[in-house]
């Protein structure tokens, strides 16, 4: 488990390095906060200062790792030094997939990845609510919160629409529920339940991501009018609303877009090899 200190440590270099380069890292605070392995992070410090972290994110049997290193501290192969650690870390688990994550805009994060074996695999973006006014339609399609009953459905969309092996799936659902039932909505159609959506609340901000609608269903209007009802219904809260969403295509951008949503940075994910 991180300490207190260690928390404000990361979050204070974590300011430094993106003032640096005008960057987002994601490092996954709700996942930080909750630590409960010691071999998930790495902290280098020289002079009691903290100058290098690297974590290592589960889910499932697939990891991602993200890190930064002080802006006065780079060239000295610091950043390495923390990733054969984690690596080394990771040998005694079953690992599936490895991928890094680097800010799409981060010209330090991809001279490192062009060192590297790693391979581009997706995009993720991160996108923030202007304001747009909406209409949010519940004659047929509804949201209601997701209970255990509803596990395997959200496992089946995982699989379906992210290409997430389903053991995976498995296990970061069950983590999901274990940790919070709430924030977590199935979509409805009628009688049918054809997809989720989660909602996580956190520093006066609300977060969206997994969206998923079951792919017969897509492409009729019922993703946007589910986005519509949890933006209007986050608006009651707060209008820092923003949406997570790794688009594979411009069809998929433009929903969000009419939707209100702006791109305001990205995040790139490389597969790393596993030896």
């Not at 993200?66 to 040998?91: N, V, W």
């Not at 990845?113 to 695999?121: E, F, G, P």
């Not at 609303?241 to 998929?252: G, H, R």
């Amino acid at each position: 488990m991180l300490t207190s200190k260690q928390l404000q440590d990361i979050k204070d270099l974590q300011n430094v390095c993106e003032t640096f380069e005008g960057i987002n890292l994601k490092l996954n605070w709700e996942m930080l906060k909750k630590r409960e392995n010691d071999q998930d992070d790495f902290l280098l410090y020289k002079d009691n200062k903290l100058i290098g972290f690297l974590g290592i994110y589960g889910f499932g049997d697939s990891y991602e790792i993200c890190g930064m290193i002080h802006p006065d501290s780079r060239r000295q192969h610091r950043f390495q030094e923390l990733l054969q650690k984690a690596l080394h870390s990771l040998k005694s688990r079953s690992v599936h997939k490895l991928l890094l994550n680097v800010p799409g805009s981060s010209a330090s994060g991809k001279g490192f990845i062009s060192q590297t074996k790693a391979a581009y695999d997706f995009t993720e973006y991160e996108m923030k609510w202007n304001k747009k006014d909406l209409i949010p339609n519940t004659d047929t399609v509804v949201l209601r919160v997701a209970d255990e009953h509803a596990i395997e459905t959200i496992i089946d969309l995982d699989e379906k629409c992210f290409q997430i092996v389903r053991s995976d799936a498995q296990m970061y659902t069950k983590r999901l529920f274990a940790e919070s039932r709430s924030g977590n909505l199935m979509i409805m159609y009628g009688e049918k339940t054809i997809g989720k959506i989660r909602v996580q609340r956190m520093d006066k901000k609300s977060s969206i991501y997994g969206f998923a609608i079951f792919p017969s269903f897509q492409g009729k209007g019922i993703g946007r009018k589910a986005l519509s009802q949890v933006v209007m219904q986050e608006s009651k809260w707060t209008d820092d609303i923003y949406l997570d969403v790794a688009a594979t295509n411009s069809k998929a951008l433009k929903l969000y877009e009419s939707s209100g949503f702006q791109i305001i940075y990205r995040q790139d994910y490389f597969q790393y090899p596993i030896q």
